[in-house]
């Protein structure tokens, strides 16, 4: 069926460095798509979100890339901190607010201080 | 303003048993949203509620239920527990053509 997933379940990553995290996803419809963090025992925290009317978009030390071509999307944190430590999610849907996320198993960041 | 609430924190039951986890959504939030999260897994949809009804539901057998109550806020039941059902339980509460902000969640453990 449709799914969300990722290439990476695990990434490592040196305090000061830029992170690159990879979600692949299948469903074609999917046009609003999220990154989610989640902190151990916590719900997951909403990152940044991107419509596929656009290729990138920016927030505070993170960018999100869009390609619709091969259905990949991207979350890149700049200059890693030990906070940012957690699980990370894509999830995609069809209709922000509306229809159901679908997650993928995600993927761990740890930083290495 | 409060964010999504969820009660309780920590559950623990018996197989067979019935359990009620509670949601309050964000303030003016109207549709509420349960997710299943199994240890290492990503969130699984169970139900959508939207003006007291179920608007979607995943694949979840009928022992899930749930309600939505005229303030929004929403309970998610849970019938002849299975041990299969301990995981984490997340409410996401929305509205129209926003992100979906997400609770805390309740640990459910099944013995």
């Known amino acids: 069926g449709e799914s969300v997933g990722l290439h990476l379940p695990t990434l490592s990553v040196q305090e000061g460095d830029n992170s690159i995290i990879n979600c692949a996803y299948s469903?074609?419809?999917?046009?609003?798509f999220i990154w989610y963090k989640q902190e151990s025992g916590k719900g997951p925290q909403f990152i940044i979100d991107?419509?596929?009317?656009?290729d990138k978009r920016q927030g505070q030390r993170v960018t999100v890339l869009l390609n619709k071509t091969v259905k990949h999307l991207s979350l890149q944190i700049a200059a890693t901190q030990p906070g940012d430590s957690a699980v990370y999610f894509c999830a995609e849907t069809e209709n922000s607010g509306n229809t159901p996320l679908v997650f993928g198993k995600g993927t761990r960041l740890s930083v290495i201080a | 303003d409060a964010g999504v609430t969820q009660s309780p924190t920590h559950l623990i039951k018996t197989r067979g048993q019935q359990v009620t986890l509670r949601c309050s959504p964000k303030?003016?939030?109207?549709?509420v949203s349960w997710y299943q999260q199994a240890l290492g897994q990503g969130p699984q949809f169970i139900f959508q509620y939207y003006e007291e009804e179920e608007r979607q539901r995943g694949n979840f057998p009928d022992r899930f239920s749930g309600h939505q109550f005229p303030n929004y806020s929403s309970e998610l039941n849970v019938n002849a527990l299975l041990l299969g059902d301990s995981a984490l339980y997340l409410c996401?509460?929305?509205?129209?053509?926003?992100?979906?902000?997400f609770g805390q969640g309740t640990r459910l453990t099944v013995v």
């Open positions: 991107i419509r596929s009317n656009m």
């Open positions: 996401a509460s929305s509205l129209e053509e926003t992100e979906a902000f």
């Open positions: 303030s003016g939030h109207d549709t």
């Open positions: 469903n074609s419809a999917s046009d609003y």
